[in-house]
């Protein structure tokens, strides 16, 4: 049994408008943890997440859940904008890709999936609403990246980890369709198009660890085919 999360309260919140349907989870990016709380309570950064979890599994409750934190940015999910007011954030402490990205701790881990449950216990958050910061803002963001146990996770009954369909079509065509149906910002959705390939990129950091490259092939393509099945 977990302890609850101590408090460490941040000016960086406001009201909800609308009911929570989301968990993002996110990395710190920062050297320490203590300047990620430092920085996600300063109100000159107006940064915050409802939650951090440290490395050896220490949890920190920021905002109450009733609030908006401003953890996500400009950022977007099945084509609906800035997921902040409908989602719970929480930041996981690592120094990522900038400062040396590190696999999860398990005490970390230990820490988080019974946080995610009882978010998951008070909200009705869809197993496919469970996402990364950069499934919602692939153009901008990495976190919580490919280090992440996503299938553990989804393992532990958080989020979704599909069975590949390797029958899938690994042409871009089928890729981009599939892409936005999962609820990925894929652009024009014409493979000239940035925006298609960093939402590839996402997907694969999230569902296909291995090689993250923007490259459609019949791997990423049973995967993505996996998750549509579970949720099309
Ligand atoms: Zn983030």
Redesign the pocket.
Known sequence: MNPAPRWRASPNFDDREAPVDMLIL??T?MKTAAAALDRLCDPDARVSAHYVIEEDGTAWQLVEEERRAW??GVSRWRGAPLVNGRSIGI?LVNPGHEFGYRPFPAAQIDALIPLCRGILARHAIPPRHVLG?ADVAPAR?E?PGELFPWQALGAAGIGLWPTPAPDADPAWPAVARDLALVGYDIGSGDPADPALRLALVAFQRHWRQRLWDGQPDRESAAQLAGLCALIC
């Open positions: 996110h990395y990016g953890h996500a930041e910061h963001k976190d």
